[in-house]
């Protein structure tokens, strides 16, 4: 069941410009919808007859999921450590539309940073991708994604230690799903690691919890430069 809240959402911190239909949802988060701006399907056909796009981008703060229709763009979700720099490197790629710091891969509802960090919850610090594949592919964003931290360390990185930190790949289909795996395969054979085991986790994407607003794009705030740690892989 999806009951209307808000037929625009033109906030242009979340939009980015653009309208955005806001929905609260009842039911299995993560349900794939059908919405038009102001009208909730199946079983609605806006007036004029325009078919309702299939959305792609839902996030999940509290009780509210922002939905955005079909454009083109696609997802992609990586935990690689402390989100803050996680978030500012994919930032930094070219098309990269958007990025959202978040949690996801636990089992409580409604975590909160302090929860999280407690290890208590399951979650992982994670960044959600909106990006545009006609410009950049899938395999470079995991590229990013190895470059930027250690694969061999488990439920840490460097000095963040817990479950939290852990890295992991959610993917959102069966195309990311083999794509992450094959590139994961690349990655434990490289000469770099030293026989070292890759522990990253390779998992379906789930319900994704919008972090507190003090940790989105939170290098961009303080005004704090950004620098990669080294290349694990060739």
């Not at 509210?64 to 402390?82: D, K, P, R, V, Y």
């Not at 592919?137 to 230690?161: A, C, K, M, S």
């Not at 000469?191 to 961009?220: M, S």
């Amino acid at each position: 069941m999806v009951t209307h809240r808000d037929a625009i959402q033109k906030d242009p911190a979340i939009t980015g410009g653009r309208g955005l239909c806001v929905y609260e949802k009842e039911g299995d988060i993560g349900d794939q919808l059908r919405v038009v701006s102001g009208y909730s399907c199946p079983g609605e056909t806006p007036p004029g007859g325009h078919r309702c796009p299939i959305i792609t981008s839902i996030i999940l703060h509290h009780r509210i999921l922002i939905m955005q229709e079909e454009s083109g763009l696609e997802q992609a979700t990586f935990a690689a450590g402390c989100f803050w720099e996680v978030e500012a490197a994919f930032r930094r790629v070219e098309s990269v539309v958007r990025t959202w710091t978040g949690y996801t891969g636990g089992t409580v509802q409604y975590p909160t940073y302090k929860q999280i960090c407690s290890g208590s919850t399951g979650h992982a610090e994670a960044v959600r991708v909106e990006f545009d594949p006609r410009v950049v592919t899938y395999d470079q964003l995991l590229e990013v994604f190895w470059d930027i931290h250690d694969p061999t360390q488990e439920n840490r990185q460097g000095p963040d230690i817990g479950t939290n930190y852990r890295s992991a790949i959610f993917y959102h289909s069966n195309d990311q799903k083999e794509k992450a795996l094959a590139s994961r395969d690349r990655v434990q054979g490289s000469p770099r690691l030293k026989g070292r085991k890759v522990v990253t986790e390779i998992l379906p994407a789930g319900p994704f919890w919008k972090a507190e607003d003090c940790h989105q794009q939170f290098y961009e705030k303080c005004g704090w430069g950004y620098a990669a740690g080294p290349k694990y892989w060739g």
